[in-house]
């Protein structure tokens, strides 16, 4: 999409600290850390928010949160642990409206979050 931050980010059109790359996804560094480990996983696709999937997507989330669980480990966060968190709207705290999941570990996360 055109006018999209993390469509731009993922082809490469804005600068980022790439994570991972491959024909679906692209993972970033997120540039205001809140964690010692915090990147970003999107999905190639332009789908604004979780409430936008459809049913056809069901394998794009599923590879998607095997994905942060991949490269969370490849981090040295298995023993540790870490949080997949992804915000949806902005009551939730979304503020780009492309999808994302984001990991954050190397510190302890209290629950509820608030
Ligand atoms: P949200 O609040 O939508 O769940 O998360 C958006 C995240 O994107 C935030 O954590 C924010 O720091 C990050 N972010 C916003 N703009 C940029 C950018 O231009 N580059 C990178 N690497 N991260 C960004
Ligand atoms: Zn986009």
Redesign the pocket.
């Known amino acids: ?1 055109a006018d ?5 980010i ?1 082809a490469g059109e804005i600068p980022s600290r790439q994570v991972f790359a491959d024909d679906r996804f692209y993972a970033f560094e997120d540039i205001n850390p809140q964690a010692p480990t915090h990147f970003l996983i ?1 999905p190639r ?4 928010t979780l409430d936008d999937l459809s049913r056809d997507d069901g394998a794009l989330v599923g590879d998607l949160v095997l994905l942060a669980s991949k490269l969370a480990r490849e981090k040295g966060l298995a023993e540790s642990g870490y949080r997949l968190n992804i915000n949806c709207k902005e009551g939730a705290g979304q503020t ?4 994302h999941a984001h990991i954050l570990g190397g510190r302890e996360f209290r629950w509820p979050p608030g």
């Open positions: 999409m999209c931050l993390f469509c731009k993922a999107v696709k332009h789908i604004p780009v409206l492309h999808l």
